[in-house]
């Protein structure tokens, strides 16, 4: 189970934390990611760490200004989001992959979602 949390209301510019957590089974063997959906819109892939850690992918959208990171130790993996924008504003799930695999991290097709939290960027 994958719970998400961190989402909330912040003006452009600003910055939030996403958390998900991982219960019921050790995710540290897993890659693990992020997509986001807007209204209206699909789902997008935003950024994924490899279960080493020595791996991150990002979307072209938010390169430089989110990071992804993991701490296997608590069973969570992390967005930082800084230099918010409206057009960030979305629902954020984070993901979960059975694989040690270190090539592109977009490309797997993730097994396990958590529900999503909402994140709101106002202009």
């Known amino acids: 189970q994958l719970q998400a949390s961190g989402g909330g209301l912040v003006q452009a510019g600003g910055s939030l934390r996403l958390s998900c957590a991982a219960s019921?089974?050790?995710?540290?063997?897993?890659?693990m990611a992020w997509f986001r959906q807007a209204p209206g819109k699909e789902r997008e892939f935003v950024a994924a760490i490899s279960w080493s850690g020595r791996r991150s992918d990002y979307a072209d959208s938010v390169k430089g200004r989110f990071t992804i990171s993991r701490d296997n130790a608590k069973n969570t993996v992390y967005l930082q989001m800084n230099s918010l924008k409206s057009e960030d504003t979305a629902v954020y799930y984070c993901a979960a992959d059975n694989t040690n695999w270190e090539g592109p991290l977009w490309q797997l097709v993730y097994d396990y979602w958590g529900q999503g939290t909402q994140v709101t960027v106002s202009s």
């Open positions: 019921g089974r050790t995710f540290s063997r897993y890659a």
